[in-house]
């Protein structure tokens, strides 16, 4: 398939081959200059889309229901959290199991996504962990052990994690002309859905003691859609794993790629942040004064701002010069909300929490960047397994660390100086990770 560039992504006069260099390498620039759809098969791996396999409503409502259902079943723990544990006799120790057990779970189980799409596709796939996410969230809510009800808890994290990676490349892989716009349903869906697990948690319990045995079922059930729609895909696209080109798989380790590791370091930053806002913020928010109920708003409006992150970034990485100084700058206002709320929490917590909303705009571009960022559909499952699996990894010890300093010093300050400067990191991963290169010709041999 063929996926033009950025207008920022017209390559620097560093780019230009050497005196000298051989004329294959001239070739390849020359293709890159005039842009990937100009660019030969044989020097750009690409591989054709397969257009005419799924059509546009179809691939809408697979897109739509796998990412609507991609984070409830992790979303919709945390409003019962309380009384989960309470049912099974646990105190915080389970608890801080359960709010890190999503991250974790995206990360490990992530590393299978790749391996295992090359057996069965990257339909086949997501259809088969879809079915085991239902029978895992359909089971959860009668286990009558707490272990066994972690088990089932990771058994339903198993498509999400897989989904996670394979999304992006199936995209890449089947959208043709539709991949950005099916990369923006995919943003916004994807928040959709995590708000609605949070936002629904607590009405679907019903106000009964054990009603949240029904508020977790109900995902189980939900579920059962995408699985069906994901069926019928599977019998348009077979077995869909991208294949390698001609002269085999595109280059080496993706360890040799400066836009890979920038942009799994900007994934582990962004999840970092975000995994510790939803669990710390709200505390945090309470000792300098906000009431608790304020607090959630607070949160809940930083999360919000995710759904217009997910609407516009696509669009803008395809169409806007300069998007490494806006990737940057997300990056940026990160660290300026948490010094807002250091420095200056009277002025106005809203408007420290809209700052840093804007800043989780990293999110939504980092997805998108996947595809922008790779030819060949190969490499960008390649690099989504990479990228996406091990910074959820490096992201579940941003609540450990957080954690851990707060214990130790007593002071939410101390945790926010700490968030700070992953914001820091952030906005440096994120301007590497948008400049204009390939990831397909960065590991190249």
């Not at 005039?34 to 005419?52: I, L, N």
């Not at 910074?391 to 100086?417: F, H, K, Q, R």
Request: glycine fraction near 12%; hydrophobic fraction near 55%.
């Amino acid at each position: 398939m063929t996926t033009s560039l950025p207008r920022d992504s017209a390559p620097c006069p560093a780019d230009a081959p050497e005196a000298g260099a051989p004329e294959a390498d001239a070739a390849q620039a020359d293709a890159l200059r005039s842009g990937p759809a100009q660019a030969a098969p044989a020097s750009t791996g690409r591989v054709p889309a397969r257009t005419t396999a799924v059509g546009t409503v179809l691939a809408v409502l697979a897109i739509a229901t796998i990412a609507l259902n991609l984070r409830p079943g992790a979303t919709g723990v945390g409003p019962l959290m309380e009384t989960i544990v309470g049912a099974y006799g646990q105190g915080a120790f389970a608890s801080g199991l359960l709010t890190a057990l999503p991250c974790l779970a995206f990360g490990v189980l992530g590393l299978l996504a790749v391996p295992i799409s090359r057996r069965v596709g990257l339909t086949g796939a997501i259809v088969a962990s879809f079915v085991l996410v239902a029978i895992g969230l359909l089971l959860r809510p009668v286990s009558d052990v707490f272990s066994v009800f972690v088990a089932l808890s990771v058994l339903g994290l198993l498509g999400p994690a897989l989904g996670n990676v394979l999304i992006p490349a199936w995209v890449k892989l089947h959208g043709g002309a539709r991949t950005v716009a099916l990369m923006t349903l995919y943003s916004v869906m994807l928040a959709i859905g995590g708000s609605l697990g949070a936002a629904l948690a607590v009405p679907l319990a019903g106000g009964a003691a054990d009603g949240w045995h029904d508020s977790l079922r109900f995902w189980g059930v939900i579920v059962v859609v995408p699985v069906v729609v994901w069926a019928i895909v599977l019998t348009r696209t077979g077995h869909d794993f991208p294949p390698a080109p001609p002269q085999g798989e595109l280059g080496g380790s993706l360890l040799r790629s400066p836009t890979a590791i920038a942009l799994m370091v900007t994934f582990a930053m962004q999840s970092l942040n975000a995994y510790t806002q939803f669990g710390m913020l709200p505390q945090i928010l309470s000792d300098a004064g906000v009431t608790p109920a304020r607090a959630g708003v607070l949160v809940a409006v930083i999360a919000g701002w995710g759904l217009v992150g997910g609407l516009v970034m696509p669009s803008v990485i395809a169409k806007v010069n300069g998007l490494r100084w806006i990737v940057g700058g997300f990056g940026l206002l990160t660290t300026a909300g948490y010094i807002g709320l250091l420095l200056a929490p009277g002025v106005s917590p809203m408007l420290w929490a809209c700052v840093l909303g804007i800043g989780g705009f990293v999110f939504p571009t980092a997805i998108a960047l996947i595809p922008a960022r790779t030819r060949n559909p190969l490499v960008t499952a390649r690099l989504s397994g990479m990228a996406q699996p091990y910074g959820y990894i490096l992201a579940a010890l941003g609540p450990i660390v957080a954690g851990a300093l707060l214990g130790a010093t007593g002071s939410p300050d101390v945790v926010l100086w700490f968030l700070a400067a992953t914001g820091l990191m952030m906005a440096v991963s994120g301007f590497r990770a948008a400049l204009p290169r390939m990831v397909d010709d960065e590991i190249a041999a």
